[in-house]
C-alpha cells in the first residue's frame, strides 16, 4: 500500500492507497491504537458487497462491531437519517472512545463523519470510500455535512477523520457511469493546481477509467494535491476554496434537479466548463484554456453544456440555489476563476450584476 499523511500537526491521519486491502481495515485501527465498540455506517449496497469484510476484519482484531445502514442516496444524507444514526449509536451505548466507520460513498462519508462530530462531542471515525468521487475528494479534508431542503450540505462542520484507507478494487463493482462521474474531482485537481497532472490525464484517462496503473497514480495525486490544500486552510478562510471550482455551478444544477438528474460529478463537470467560459467572458482567461478544459470534459464523456440534459431549468431558479450557497459572502457569489491550468482567482460577483445572462454561460 502506498501512504500520504495530511500534516494537521497533532490532527494528522495517513491515507492508506492499494488494492484488495478491505481486510486489513481492523489491524491497522488496532495498531493506530483505536480501542472498544465500532459502528460500521454504510448503506444496503455496499453493505451487502463489503460488510462482512470489514466486520469480519473489525473482530478479528477485538472490536466489538455494529452495523448501521441507512438507505442509498442523495436524498438521505438529511437531518431524519442523522437522527436514526444517533439512536442507534445511543442504543449500541457507544462511548467517547467508540469508533465511527464510514463505508460507502459521499453520502455516507458525509453524513457519518457528521455523526462523529456532534456525537458525545466528537468520536473518532475512518472513512474507507467506496467510489472514486469519495476516493478523492470527500473523504479526505474533514468536511462533513448534511443537506437541507433549501440547498445542499448546509448544516455540517469541520472535523477530520482519524485515517482514510483507500481500495481501489472496490470500484470495480459500481458501473461505468459512476466511475466516470468520479473522474470529474480528478480533472478538477489537474485545472487548479497542476497542469502536469492534468496533461497526464489528457493522454491516460482511458487507463484510469479501465482501472490500470494510472487509476492509483491519479488517486495518489488527487489525495496529495486536496491534502496539500487543507494543510494550508483546514476550515476554507481562503486557499482551500479553490476546491469549489465548478462546485458553484454545479451545486445549483444538483439542487434544482433535486438531485435526480445527474450524477454530483456529471454536474461538476458541466461546471467546471460554464466557470470556464464564464472566465473567458470576465477576461481571466484565454479561449485556449477554456478549449483544453471543454475538450478532456468531453473526450472523458462529459456533457460541458446545460442544454445537453433533457430538463427544463430556469436562471432565475439556479441563480436562487447559487445565493444560498455556503460560498456566498456579503450578499455575493464567490466564483473560482480559471487564469491558467493549474492557476486559479477568485472573483465576488452579486445577483445584481452578474455580468451574462445565465443560462448563456451554461450553454
Known sequence: MEQITVNLKERSYPIYIGRNNLDLVGELMGKKGF???????TNPTVGRLYGHRIISSLNKAGFETFRI???DGEEYKSLEWLSHIYDKLIE???????SIVALGGGVIGDIAGFAAATYLRGVPYIQVPTTLLAQVD???GGKTAVNHTMGKNLIGAFYQPKMVFIDVDVLKTLGDRDVKAGLAEV???GIIRDSKFFSFLEYNYRDVLGFGDGLIYSVKMSCAIKASIVEQDETEADLRAILNFGHTFGHAIETVTNYKELRHGE??????????????KLGVCSKGVVEKIEGLISKIGFHVKLSAISCQLTASGLLKA?????????GKINFVMVEDIGKTAFRQIGSADFPLDLLEILN
Open 187 to 189: 480533472v478538477k485537481y
Open 35 to 41: 480501542k472498544g465498540k465500532v459502528a460500521c455506517i
Open 322 to 330: 447559487m445565493e444560498i450557497d455556503k460560498k456566498v459572502a456579503g
Open 267 to 280: 454536474a461538476v463537470a458541466i461546471g467546471m466548463a460554464a466557470a470556464a467560459r464564464l472566465s473567458l
Open 138 to 140: 470527500s473523504s479526505v
Open 69 to 71: 445502514d441507512i438507505p
Open 92 to 98: 449500541y451505548k457507544m462511548e467517547r472512545l467508540s
